[in-house]
């Protein structure tokens, strides 16, 4: 089976060159940096940001290998690139989709350094389908995730470059993500971007205030989309979510 990096240039991880601010973004559970791409270049053309963004691991690759990969190594990915920006940059702004928000959320958390400004977009805190669903019981199962191995995705959104199904086993792991979110104790944050859409058929809306209560801080933002699915980054109101963004950030800066 060829490799999602292989096959697709633009599933690999990306740097921007740029200024003294760096921006980290983090893509989301089966995706790529691709998702991201659109938007690492706008914030790059508009604020001169160093961009990066990093492929997780069992990612760009295959599903077989996803189901390979736990939560910390994830975690690991994300806190190494921050580690490495904030050794050259003075500014870092974290910015991640859906299970890469996660990611952010955590990474902002151990940071033993200033971080600038947390975007979390479709926050994967809570999810429609594999909690509600069928999720939590495959979580406590971990047997009988195995034994079922994947499950198809449907597909939404033309250009995607992502897995087209769910490793169960990974999706143990992003359950076991969203557990050590939901236990963090609140706490002061940098400005806050948040952004959800009313036609995301894979998280709930509920992650929204659930994540206000863990985060607090008088420099915020909530962006509802009303006709975008759930990589928003790529979808129908991608301009106006950049829009957005950009007056958020000449708000903060």
């Not at 479709?122 to 999810?127: G, S």
């Amino acid at each position: 089976m060829i490799d999602l990096k292989e096959q697709y240039r633009q599933a690999n991880a990306f740097e921007v060159e740029g200024n003294a601010t760096a921006a980290l973004l983090i893509h989301g559970f089966t995706g790529t940096p691709a998702e991201l791409r659109d938007l690492g270049f706008f914030l790059n053309q508009e604020f001169g940001w160093t961009i990066h963004a990093p492929l997780l691991p069992g990612h760009g690759t295959t599903p077989e290998n996803l189901a390979k990969v736990k939560m910390e190594n994830w975690a690991q990915t994300t806190h190494g690139a921050l580690r490495r920006l904030s050794k050259k940059h003075a500014k870092i702004h974290l910015i991640g989709i859906s299970m890469g928000a996660l990611l952010c959320i955590q990474a902002f958390d151990k940071a033993k350094f200033a971080i600038s400004s947390l975007a979390l977009l479709v926050p994967a805190l809570y999810l429609k389908s594999f909690q509600q669903r069928w999720g939590t019981p495959l979580m406590r199962l971990p047997g009988l995730a195995r034994l079922m191995g994947m499950w198809p995705k449907e597909r939404k959104i033309e250009n995607l470059i992502a897995y087209e199904e769910y490793p169960l086993l990974g999706v143990r792991e992003l359950h076991r993500l969203q557990q050590r979110i939901k236990k963090l104790p609140p706490q002061k944050s940098p400005p806050l971007f948040l952004c959800y859409s009313e036609k995301d058929d894979v998280v709930h809306p509920r992650s929204i205030p659930e994540i206000k209560k863990i985060l607090h801080t008088d420099l915020s933002k909530t962006l509802p989309l009303k006709e975008s699915h759930h990589v928003i980054t790529i979808g129908p109101e991608k301009e106006k979510l950049f829009s957005e963004m950009r007056e958020f950030y000449r708000s903060i800066t």
